[in-house]
């Protein structure tokens, strides 16, 4: 007797899966229960920036990206890939 194993064409990457599971708003209770003196907007930002950084850096891990660009956004330099002064239609 053969046994045929169907392999999955797309596998889901951990990058997607984090980020369709995790629950901001679990976050910011969890910030906000061990910060209560952070007002919730401040604790809701602070955990939409751990999940994005943490999207970005799985992401990264996964990816085939060039080491100048993951440097780049290892070293919190989002400016620069939104700064076209050299671009003629924004000037």
Partial sequence: MTKIVKFP?????????????????????CIKMSNPKLSAKVAHAIALALVYTTYVELVLDEEEIPQEIVDIVRNNDFKSFIDNSNDKRFN
């Fill in 9 to 29: 064409k797309h596998k889901i990457q951990y990058s997607d899966r984090f980020f369709r599971k995790i629950d901001p708003k679990a976050v910011t209770h």
